[in-house]
């Protein structure tokens, strides 16, 4: 009984080290990828104080108990900060809020960030540069209750899997650049209004405007071919997704190149004149 009780004093002894370990390496390894251009972190977090939970008192930490290094929030808002998502912070295993909005931060987030961030409640990345698509991944952060994306250059569509996050309280990815159709959340999360998605002329879907169905897109577009002196070029004049009038010139070749139309570009003739060919897109 003796020997059993030691063996798990010192397996919690051992676990809670651990703990305290891979917390302070989890923000020696935030400074150390960041750009620190304001001074704040370097003035603040001072890794050479060994004293029980020294980490609690750095800017921007706050810690399940003052006396623990168990980092449970991350807030380092409008610092100044610059470069990528920090992978370190996998390594605050406790970690249950993370806010890095109004920094310089830019580059894609990673795409297993479910494995960065399991327990996080609480994501705030707003108004930086992140770019590049959403990570589907997010969607297996089921604990989030506030995920805010907004003010950034995010692209491509909003992953139809966040739907899933049901815990979901704050949501937003206003003024990016994203486009689609919007994950269909319907009327459960009252929360998620048309201001979630501003500034995003390319999405579609509830509570935006309805999404353009695959015959309209494919009637909207016409394309018209002008031949002269053995030169031919291509035009097409239509509406886009947003019903907006547009023209643009596909491209230009010479009478023996026109059966080589561009790739992924299918054409249908309607009718035939001596100059001119009326075709639609297909």
Not at 236 to 245: S, T
Request: proline fraction near 5%; glycine fraction near 6%; include cysteine.
């Amino acid at each position: 009984m003796f020997v059993s009780s030691v063996l798990w004093l010192l397996l919690l002894s051992c676990s809670f080290s651990f703990g305290v370990e891979s917390d302070i390496n989890c923000l020696k390894s935030i400074k150390a990828s960041l750009e620190d251009t304001l001074g704040y972190l370097n003035s603040s977090w001072d890794f050479n104080n060994n004293t029980e939970g020294f980490i609690c008192n750095f800017l921007g930490i706050e810690c399940w108990h003052p006396h623990e290094s168990k980092v449970l929030n991350i807030k380092l808002s409008e610092l100044g900060l610059k470069g990528q998502f920090p992978r370190g912070v996998e390594n605050c295993t406790s970690l249950t809020g993370l806010d890095l909005s109004g920094n310089m931060l830019s580059g894609p987030l990673p795409h297993d960030i479910d494995k960065i961030l399991t327990w996080v409640t609480s994501l705030d990345l707003s108004s930086n540069s992140f770019s590049g698509l959403i990570p589907a991944t997010l969607s297996n952060c089921s604990y989030m209750n506030v995920l805010k994306l907004d003010n950034n250059q995010f692209s491509g569509n909003i992953p139809a899997e966040v739907n899933q996050l049901t815990r979901l309280k704050t949501f937003s990815v206003a003024n990016n650049l994203l486009s689609g159709q919007v994950p269909p959340f319907g009327e459960n999360i009252a929360s998620i209004r048309r201001d979630s998605y501003a500034n995003n002329p390319g999405l579609c879907g509830y509570p935006l405007k309805p999404c353009p169905s695959i015959s309209q897109k494919k009637s909207l577009n016409v394309v018209r071919v002008f031949k002269s002196n053995g030169v031919t070029m291509v035009t097409a004049a239509g509406f886009d997704e947003l019903q907006q009038p547009r023209v643009c010139l596909i491209w230009s070749c010479t009478r023996t190149q026109l059966n080589k139309t561009p790739a992924g570009l299918s054409l249908q003739i309607i009718h035939t004149k001596l100059d001119e060919l009326a075709l639609f897109l297909v």
